[in-house]
């Protein structure tokens, strides 16, 4: 069965990467089918896989299992794009953490050009973005290792002569490890990446949460909204105002309810 994509999606994929041609002028990276590919992934578990971080220790992606987790690849030897989608992806994180808290996700930016991208670029790459942030993590790979990630992620690529061509994704993954929504673009609006994650951290109740806790999550989904004249998220009071309003007047259309019944019994009985 063949699936019909979105002209809108197929455009946006084309500002995603730029193909490079083949020896015969064909361009060997197709728009339609990387996206069908990075949507495919969506709701699929991530397997037990060991990367390494930026120091050359053993990183299992199982232990980031209790929080949302967005993972951005790059190649190190990128001095435009990779670099710029970093960049622009911090600011993002920056916001989202003022909104969702400092501790809600984890970041991780992993780069899948085996022979170059060592624990030792990726720790030159993190310093080069100037990102210190302790809950995002830089890690590197073996062959076999990132050939299985990449699949898994739904993330295309191919080399040019320039280096490579790859589809623009922050692929977003929920607690349990399993992926919940892909985020494309070199500079993604903020809402496309804070909406689904604060689904994630506010809307997924955890077992052995107290009510009061899963009560106030359900406030902060619904009272942290993104202020389009700043660019940033907020929490709006207002909701809560107009709840108390409506409290308020419940309880008076009650007391007069009450008082109207107790009125009409006092008449049937003198």
């Known amino acids: 069965m063949k699936i019909k994509v979105p002209k809108v999606l197929l455009l946006l994929l084309a500002c995603l990467a730029t193909p490079a041609m083949g020896e015969e002028g064909a361009a060997p990276y197709h728009a339609d089918e990387a996206l069908l590919r990075s949507q495919a992934v969506l ?24 929080k949302p987790v967005l993972v951005s690849l790059i190649f190190t030897s990128c001095y435009h ?35 170059n991208d060592t624990p030792t670029a990726m720790a030159s790459f993190a310093r080069a973005q100037k990102i210190h942030d302790p809950g995002w993590f830089f890690l590197s790979a073996d062959k076999d290792t990132m050939a299985q990630l990449t699949a898994d992620l739904g993330f295309s690529y191919f080399p040019t002569p320039r280096g490579f061509d790859h589809i623009n994704q922050v692929t977003l993954i929920d607690r349990d490890g399993v ?13 496309a990446l804070v909406e689904p994650l604060k689904e994630l951290v506010y809307n997924r109740p955890v077992p052995g949460t107290p009510f009061v806790a899963s009560l106030i999550d359900r406030i902060r989904l619904f009272c942290t909204v993104y202020d389009p004249a700043s660019g940033r998220y907020r ?33 049937k009985v003198s």
């Open 43 to 66: 709701g699929k578990a991530l397997p037990p896989l060991v990367l390494h971080d930026s120091k050359g220790l053993p990183f299992e992606l199982q232990q980031l299992h209790g």
């Open 81 to 115: 794009v990779c670099p710029a989608i970093t960049r622009h992806l911090a600011n993002a994180v920056r916001d989202a953490r003022a909104a969702l808290g400092t501790d809600s996700f984890q970041v991780l930016t992993i780069g899948f050009d085996t022979p």
């Open 179 to 191: 992926i919940y929504r892909q985020i494309y673009g070199a500079a993604f609006e903020l809402p």
């Open 235 to 267: 929490f709006d009071f207002s909701l809560f105002v107009q709840i108390a309003v409506g409290g308020i007047f419940l309880l008076v259309l009650a007391g007069w309810l009450l008082q109207e019944t107790l009125k009409a019994r006092r008449s």
